[in-house]
């Protein structure tokens, strides 16, 4: 098998004169025969002017670069694109799959013997590990870290749950506008992703859950010297994985994904990450099973006392013992045989892992939510299944029958949702539709309606939403989800008329349009044709023929290998 310098090759006919021809380029940058010819660590560099979630990736290069050199290695940084949650238009997840696609590519077209994935904001991690799980070649998950929480006037706050609540306050008339831009230069006051519970936070646990990551290496704050000491392990580890050919196959298996959903569960973790599991887990013949999903939800209660679920920030999680204090409360619960990145198994770390006197995690006899973080409801709206995050819902609104207020699409609900004249109450539902993978399309982080501002500023704090979008993790409210099939792709989302009842029944797992057959079948044939591709170029074309739904965690169809079995 070959290695080093000798890997993926130019086609040129002639291998030996390719390799000739690569020295010689390389040699350019001062690398010496006795350097080329150590083992090749590649280091993908998600650094960008636009990402200040990764503005600590050069630090952490340097800090990798010498554990890599030190364990005697070549460390070789390479870019692939950056992905900024709240600066991609129309939504980053839209590029998500474009910076999978990037990082394969990249992973399989250059030498290296192992990989090290920098990465942290929302829709990188899932991207780096997806690209990762089909090159399948030595990798190891390194990310950027979150940010420390701020203060304002007295008061702990972080983004970016707190930015909504501070927004929300703002639209409700509670405070003026000096005051928000006040809270704006104080939301984010460090480098590094989001300080709560939000997708980046969610997915760091999950893949260090999934063994991809170093013990640890989920919460230590981007500012912290022990995240530039966990780069340099990291860097280290990278050169031994290639020794021992560690491939993502062997560590991300179905159990590791298990392992990986119930810490998301007890974390009180974004709902994004189902969608980011089911991706990472497609791309090695996995699919996610929802109802299985749901009933892990009800054995696993929330323990994680921390922001939008609880109070606390990522840097309190750290300091209480990070994933490893959550491993050890649901200890009984995990595949405990499944070989991690460390060569140990999850099992082994957990027995490493020092605990103390603690908060933030809290045990399973006091949970922070039980009965499931999340829920899976199906129902006449969502026959392929759709969300909602109950631990983060109003409690009395988990049952709930109203009227609903329909809003087309993205411009129309920028258009009407605060008409003074909007015909809109308390109890009524509010329905966003053409808002999913296609209809957007990128699925945006849209589902988190706001609520019209003459009922914000009447004190009204929660209304029933529901969408075939998403939300943020950052992000609370009662929050139907992930509708599927999307109204652009046909679903009964479609179908739905103001005024029309829906019931969310969050106990018996449905969602359902009060509306008969009868009724909803002379809707469907009144409908106009489905939107195509049809004038649509470039990636833009690529990616409305091949996303697939929020099931099948919008991975483009020609990504996924064939279904080899289910999870949970």
């Known amino acids: 098998m070959t290695s080093g310098m000798r890997k993926s090759l130019a086609n040129y006919g002639d291998a030996d004169f390719s390799l000739f021809l690569r020295k010689a380029f390389i040699k350019a940058l001062g690398y010496t025969d006795e350097a080329l010819s150590r083992p090749i660590v590649g280091i993908v560099n998600t650094d960008s002017g636009y990402n200040a979630c990764h503005a600590n990736a050069p630090d952490l290069i340097a800090a990798a670069s010498r554990g890599v050199m030190l364990a005697g290695g070549i460390p070789v940084p390479f870019p692939v694109i950056s992905i900024q949650e709240s600066f991609a238009n129309p939504t980053s997840m839209y590029l998500r799959n474009l910076m999978a696609m990037d990082t394969e590519e990249m992973i399989r077209a250059q030498p290296m013997d192992s990989v090290i994935l920098i990465g942290g904001c929302d829709k990188t991690v899932p991207a780096l590990l997806m690209g990762a799980a089909s090159a399948d070649v030595p990798a190891i998950m390194l990310v950027t870290g979150p940010m420390l929480a701020g203060s304002f006037r007295g008061e702990r706050i972080g983004a970016c749950t707190d930015c909504r609540r501070f927004w929300a306050r703002y639209r409700a008339g509670e405070i003026d506008a000096e005051t928000i831009e006040a809270a704006n230069s104080e939301l984010a006051p460090t480098v590094g992703t989001c300080s709560v519970m939000g997708t980046a936070s969610t997915m760091a646990l999950a893949v260090e859950a999934l063994g991809m990551m170093l013990p640890g290496a989920a919460s230590a704050p981007a500012v912290s010297a022990e995240r530039r000491r966990l780069a340099e392990q990291t860097g280290a580890r990278a050169v031994a994985i290639a020794a021992e050919k560690l491939k993502p196959s062997q560590i991300m298996t179905p159990a590791a994904f298990v392992n990986a959903l119930r810490v998301v569960l007890a974390a009180g973790g974004s709902t994004n990450a189902i969608i980011h599991l089911t991706a990472m887990a497609g791309r090695l013949g996995f699919g996610v099973d929802l109802e299985k999903f749901d009933a892990l939800g009800g054995e696993t209660p929330v323990l994680v006392d921390m922001k939008p679920t609880g109070a606390h920030y990522l840097e309190d999680l750290h300091k209480a013992g990070g994933c490893a204090a959550i491993l050890c409360e649901i200890r009984d619960q995990l595949a405990l045989d499944c070989m991690t990145i460390t060569g140990k198994t999850l099992g082994e770390t957990i027995d490493a892992a020092a605990s103390w006197p603690q908060e933030v995690v809290r045990p399973r006899a006091n949970p922070i939510h039980s009965g499931g973080s999340i829920a899976v409801l199906h129902g006449n709206l969502a026959p392929d299944g759709a969300i909602i995050k109950q631990s983060a819902a109003t409690p009395s609104m988990l049952q709930h029958e109203g009227r609903a207020i329909v809003f087309d699409s993205l411009a129309d609900l920028a258009a009407r949702l605060d008409d003074p004249a909007l015909d809109v109450r308390a109890e009524d539902v509010l329905v966003l539709r053409n808002a999913g993978p296609k209809g957007a399309p990128g699925m ?29 993790g950052t992000a609370f409210g009662s929050i139907v989800l992930h509708i599927a099939p999307e109204s652009a792709d046909g679903g009964p989302l479609a179908l739905v008329r103001n005024g029309d009842r829906i019931r969310l029944d969050t106990k018996g797992r449905r969602i359902d349009l009060l509306v008969s057959d009868d009724e909803l079948a002379k809707r469907r044939a009144a409908l106009p044709p489905l939107p195509d591709g049809k004038g649509k170029r470039g990636y833009e074309k690529l990616y409305f023929e091949t996303v697939t739904q929020a099931g099948q965690g919008c991975d483009f169809d020609f990504c996924i290998p064939e279904i080899t079995r289910t999870i949970p």
């Open 444 to 472: 945006p982080e849209a589902g988190y309606i706001p609520i019209p501002k003459k009922l914000a500023a009447a004190g009204v704090k929660d209304m029933v939403r529901i969408s075939d979008a998403r939300m943020s």
